[in-house]
């Protein structure tokens, strides 16, 4: 597992806009860590730069000891929870999440215990030889986070519009996220602009706006309650 830090994080796009300016924070290893701010405040931009599907204009991000501006993304401990994540539709839920490890050429017992012990984490278990298109919507979002942790990243990246996909079931989908977080140690950076959500996760919060840090807060949920206790 690992801390992630940014240093002067700058993103300045081709047109001139700058997205992100002069960023500087430490995310403790092992801790959640939401990040909120209207929509265009340079959320997404931070998480594109930290999982490298965007290019770092300025400043460092650093994972643990490694500076990752010089590692390139296939090669960064990380998973990413985005909205475009690819499943096999001709694949059982058990060759996705093996997928990955396959690749690498683990051995069989040991891609084997890691499919099996994320399954049962995310309540999956008895769905691992159904084909993808035999399972709920809901279950395709668990395979993707299934097929991220096996691959034991040092942090997962969450972006809002993950969780947004099937609004019905958001809740169980950041239950699941909190589990991953507290029995895995996987440091988790979560993006929303839905101050809601902020509140009922409860967890240290980035307050951003115009690509800056305006306010970092333990226990937003916490502030809220006190609030509407004086009120
Ligand atoms: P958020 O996740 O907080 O909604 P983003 O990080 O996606 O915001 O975007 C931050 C800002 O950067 C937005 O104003 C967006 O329009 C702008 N932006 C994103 N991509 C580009 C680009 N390729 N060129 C110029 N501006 C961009």
Redesign the pocket.
Known sequence: MASVTFEHLT?T???G?V??NDVNLTVEDGEFVV?H????????????MVGGLEDITSGKIWLGKELLNDILPRDRRLAMAFQNYTLYKHFNVYDNMALGLRLRDLPRNVIDSRVKSAASLLGITGVLDKKLRAISDAEKQRVALGRAIVCQPKVLLVD?DFARQNDDRRHEMISDILKINERLGITVLY?T?DYDEVCALNKKTVF?KE?KIVEVRDNPGQTEKIQSEKI
């Open positions: 993103k796009y081709p047109n806009f997205s992100v990040f701010g209207p929509s265009g405040c340079g959320k997404s931009t931070i998480l594109r809002e993006v602009n951003m690509g």
